[in-house]
């Protein structure tokens, strides 16, 4: 890595700011430009290149940015020096706002789209099997497969029983409010009429 020379990053391990950084610093002017338009153009590539570039740059612009400043300040009465110091600094910001924005964007997407659990089906046999996986990183053992295929028709019997109880409940209700004669529009309103005293609609 202090070299700047990476091997490819195995998925879930990531790459740490540093390990970026020494990458980016390795590639040249036109290769670190070429990262930040694909980045700035939607047109792909590698995710941990384009971000080794980015990083990169950014550090050299903050560099460059503070030197400015460093000189600035060292002679106050100088324009010229204050101008260079202004200018560098609006780079900085304006890649930041640009290129750094998007990336994190970019990133935040991905990782957003990664977020939480999938819903695993627990009422069939390899929906608990998954359940395992996902928890274990690993499959079950083969001895509990009795036990999961067990669970997995009594949870399927649950979810069918709950399922006709939703539906008896729902056929109920529909069943009471058809025997139920609902009052018209103007026997609603001449209630409300009544009601607040002022009789009922002249007809």
Same mark, same amino acid.
């Given at each position: ?27 040249? %002017? ?24 980015? +990083?990169?740059?950014?550090? +050299? ?13 060292? &002679? %106050? ?71 999961? +295929? &067990? ?10 029983? &709950? ?41």
């Amino acid at each position: 890595m202090a070299a700047g020379e990476l091997g490819p990053v195995a998925p879930g391990e990531g790459a740490s700011t540093e390990a970026l950084l020494a990458r980016g610093l390795s590639m040249g %002017p036109e290769e670190v430009a070429q990262h930040v338009s694909n980045v700035m153009n939607n047109v792909g590539g590698d995710p941990v290149a384009q971000a080794s570039a980015i +990083r990169a740059e950014e550090a +050299r612009l903050s560099q460059r940015s503070n030197s400015a400043s460093r000189a600035s300040e060292a &002679d %106050p009465s100088n324009q010229e020096a204050r101008i260079a110091a202004d200018n560098a600094f609006k780079d900085l910001t304006d890649f930041h706002n640009g290129p750094v924005a998007k990336l994190k964007n970019d990133w935040h997407k991905t990782g957003k789209g990664l977020q939480g659990e999938m819903p695993v089906d627990l009422s069939t046999f390899n929906g608990l099997r998954e359940a395992f996986l996902k928890e274990n990183g690993k499959s079950p053992d083969a001895k509990l497969e009795p036990a999961m +295929r &067990d669970m997995a028709k009594k949870v399927s019997d649950a979810a069918v029983a &709950d399922k006709n109880a939703m539906l008896a409940l729902s056929n109920e209700i529909k069943k009471q409010s058809a025997m139920r004669k609902l009052p018209s529009a103007d026997e609603v309103r001449n209630r409300i009429r009544e009601q607040i005293g002022i009789g009922p609609c002249p007809t």
